[in-house]
């Protein structure tokens, strides 16, 4: 129920291809298509917002009868109280434990036992609980997402015991996964100043300092109508729907106080930055280099996804041909441009293959990295990265949830849900010459933190 | 403060869905195309199904199917491995083959735009192979590890000696991804061999559908696989083995290094054509999910395990009821008692039409949730034409799942999912194989290092 939010090693599919001497016949084309032929119809939502500040939009979409919940709430790892770090993800456990009125796992009895399902994740920015199940079942939920807004009951016991969950989370997803630490050193080191440099996890100390007071107080201040938005999408009547939803959230009260929100702001990194780390479950030498971004709002957006695809998604990306296939240096290289609602961070990671310096990966790393400033892509590349790009989004809205997530997304993060329909055209206007200037503007040595990671056995046999 | 919030609101009844309606036409070299048209999105998915798969490979040579479909996409006569993956991101597109035992499937999905080059590019991957020595090499060997992780895991190893112990020598009882021993003696030849002899269009049915009418998706149809011949040797019988009737029996694979016993209790049952198909599914799911039964007793009543639950096989032929869970050595005894007694509940105890109403909706959950995607309709229209099942079943495959009545489900336990069912445990003997044999007699026990799933006995 942790969103690290970082795609899983895409390129690293070992696809060693093409044998030498295999006789072919001479001309192969690349088939091109043109990413502006690609139209798609834009998601119609209805917007209302009860007057106790819920925001609520709804897709009607009545192919399948069944329909998808989102609940998200304006809280995430970045407004952890302070001494108080995976406070928020920790919290998003506790809402499965029962209200006054539900016992624990009432969310999983709704769902699992009539043909749906539901779970939650924690980002930096948001905590988004969320459910699909058959549509004559839709306010069953909508009930059970209120009754766990108006009155989470958590006790002692069943807060100690979630909090040992959530520390065996860490774990077994941060410590005992190989590279799980690598994302946490990343934030760590590249923030000064801002909360993201926490990360969303926390650490286990700060967890146990936790205390049924702080889930309180918790609860109080962030879980609250004006500080909630609820999409559904699916099989459903808008006016219907509605009433559903103010029968049972209209009544909720809405506290004056304000949400507290968080108003630190990173300074300019000023020089290039790099640690060395070691730890036992680093299998080969790999390094992260992160550059800070513009938040998700910015007019840069766009430009940076584009780049991020053409650098590092899949096995026709620029890192994934280059240094895995033909120089063979790395097992797996990919880039992620992780924006957030405040300003975020651009990554390359490059897992070193076997008996490969991780200086020697990391030359071809800045080799590429200087290409992309020195000069635009080609049209034919660009038309491949866009092709991407467009067709994934479409691919997306191919499910409720889909649907749903994309506007909870586009709400929160970047303050407007009519973004959506913007977003196809944004992707097709990026020109080679927006991917130039983002990567001139951002992807600069001074702007660059570097975590070099080896395996611990390297640390020994240095000190030895 | 709300008080309004005191009573959980009742459901109301289930909505109706209206899925698309397929057509299809044969084209003159005997493709069978199966079309649908959904336009709310600029998406088109296909997939050909090619009637022959791992039933079709003989004992010898198991895991031929899944390395012909390994390699389809690793190399053409035209293009390399990294040049398909890179025309497939040219036209952000998807391209995945794979093979079952009774077929093997490659899937394209693309945007409308895209759609025709990639189908293209799907008829090159099928039709024009290259089954470059040097990829034949890399895939066996991937294969070859591939299979040591899998069955360093007692669950695989419990399913494949279920598989064995179900069918002997006939069609599904070797092992669809091989044996490290058969995967090395497999040639080049041997896969050119498998490839030209059953990917032909005249046993092959490509199913389009999505943001396109019927009558285009025939055309491009025509337009790109028209060109493909059959072929002059016929088309030959399906693979078609004798099953062994059911035996109840305890087989015991004894490995001490296993962190827990892989639990696997069930037999052959029913194909997927006959019409106690739904009953016995509905059956499959009173036993499982986190409310089914299986978990209800060996979870929630007596903490034997995480979880438990149960799986029905769709087949040509008479497909598997698996039972399975994942216990503490010392606990395995006992976990063996009460999946077997819950299994015979379906019978002796039989669930209410009440009780059936929440099972029912997860198979229907489970199946409009499928379906949400041009894909998965694809899929599920390709699901029906290998088993043989009429494509209109597609569109009241929720009304024949409600309409499963409490009597047809204990009707098909009886005579089709309790009786005879044997039990496969694999995990360190010396915990539980005494007891185990004190309630059900001698069992055979098999050490792990000398089971052999290439022998229809099993080894040892």
Known sequence: ??????????????????????????VT???????????????????????NGLRVLLVP?????????????????????PGRSGFAHLFEHLMFKGTSRTAAETMDRLTEDVGGFNNAFTSEDITNYYEVVPSNHLERLLWAEADRLASLTVNEENFATERDVVIGEYDQRILAEPYGMLDELVNREAYAVHPYRRGVIGSPAE??????????AFHATYYRPDNALLVVAGDLDPEETFAMVERWFGPIPTPRSPVPRVHAVEPPQTAARTFVYHAANV??????????????????????????????????????????????????????ADLREHPGLFAVRVTCAGGVELAAARAALAAEIARVRAQPPDEAELARVRTQIASSVVRSRQTNGGVALELVRATTERGDPELVNGDLARYLAVSGEDVQRVATTYLRDENRTSVEYYPASEKLRAAS | MNGGLSTLPAAGPPHDAVLPAPAERVLDNGLRVVAFSQRNLPLVAAQLVVGCGGAAEHEDEAGLSALVAALLT??????????????????????????GYDASVVTCAATTPAFPQALALLDEIVRRPAFAPREVERVRTKSITDLALTYANPNALARGVAHRIAYGGAPYGHPLAGTAATLETITRDRVAWFHERFYRPDDAVLVIGGDLETDDAFALAERVMGSWRAPE????????????????????????????????????????????????????????????????????????????????????????????????????????????????SLADAPASDDDLVTRKATVTGAFFRAIETVDGIASVLGEHVVYDVPLGEMQEYAHRVLAVDAESVRAVAASRLVPETFAVLVGDASKFAADVERAHGAARIVEAQRLDLGSPTLGG
């Open chain 1, 1 to 26: 129920m942790f969103d690290c939010q970082r795609p899983a090693d895409r390129g690293s599919e070992q696809g060693r291809a093409a044998a030498p001497g295999m006789i072919r016949e001479p």
């Open chain 1, 29 to 51: 084309t690349v088939p091109t298509i043109s990413a502006s032929a690609i139209g798609v119809a834009p998601i119609r939502y209805r917007d209302r917002t009860l007057p």
């Open chain 1, 61 to 81: 979409d009545r192919r399948v009868p069944s329909v998808a919940i989102n609940v998200a709430y304006r809280v995430g790892g970045k407004d952890d109280p």
């Open chain 1, 207 to 216: 967890l146990n300092a936790a205390s049924l007071d702080d889930v309180v």
């Open chain 1, 283 to 336: 299998p080969l030498a790999a390094v992260e280099e992160a550059y800070h971004i513009p938040a998700a709002a910015h007019s840069d957006a766009a430009a940076l996804d584009v780049l991020e695809t053409l650098l590092g998604s899949g096995r026709s990306s620029r890192l994934y041909t280059s240094l895995v296939y033909e120089q063979q240096l790395a097992t797996s290289a990919y880039a992620s």
């Open chain 2, 74 to 99: 690793q190399g053409t006569a035209v293009r390399g491995a990294t040049e398909i993956a890179v025309a497939s991101d040219a036209l952000g597109a998807r391209i995945i083959a794979a093979s």
């Open chain 2, 233 to 344: 040797t016929p088309v030959g019988e399906r693979p078609h083995g004798t099953i062994p009737p059911p035996r109840a029996q305890v087989v015991i694979v004894d490995k001490p290094d296993a962190g827990r016993t892989a639990l696997l209790a069930g037999r052959v049952t029913i194909e997927r054509r006959s019409p106690e198909f739904y009953a016995a599914t509905v059956a499959t799911a009173v036993l499982s999910g986190y409310s089914g039964r299986l978990n209800q007793e060996v979870r929630v009543k007596r903490g034997l395990s995480y979880g438990a639950g149960a799986a029905l096989a769709a087949r040509r032929q008479p497909g598997t009821f698996f039972a399975m869970t994942l216990v503490d050595h010392a606990r395995a005894a006992e976990a063996t008692e009460v999946t077997l007694a819950t299994i015979r």
